[in-house]
């Protein structure tokens, strides 16, 4: 939670997702590699790309809370 928090992966979520967004990343946990899982919860060092696998995963996990971009008005040339 905190490496997304760190990363702004919660700045473009509307204050409502916010629960829902925690909620993704906590089932998002379970795809967190077993070695980095343990790199976490010991003394090893937790090295950059473990950094980039977390926030990887949590991305995805909140790709469909994201607000959808407003459509791109398309203006047709005048004849």
Do not use: C, W, Y
């Not at 905190?2 to 473009?12: E, R």
């Not at 916010?18 to 060092?45: F, G, W, Y």
């Amino acid at each position: 939670m905190l490496l997304a928090l760190t990363a702004g992966l919660f700045d473009p979520l509307p204050l409502d997702k916010v629960n829902d967004a925690e909620q993704a990343l906590q089932k998002a946990t379970t795809k967190i590699p077993a070695d980095v899982a343990e790199r976490l919860t010991s003394a090893d060092k937790f090295s950059d790309d473990d950094r980039q696998a977390i926030l990887e995963i949590a991305k995805h996990a909140l790709a469909p809370l994201q607000p959808v971009p407003a459509a791109k008005p398309t203006t047709k040339p005048t004849p």
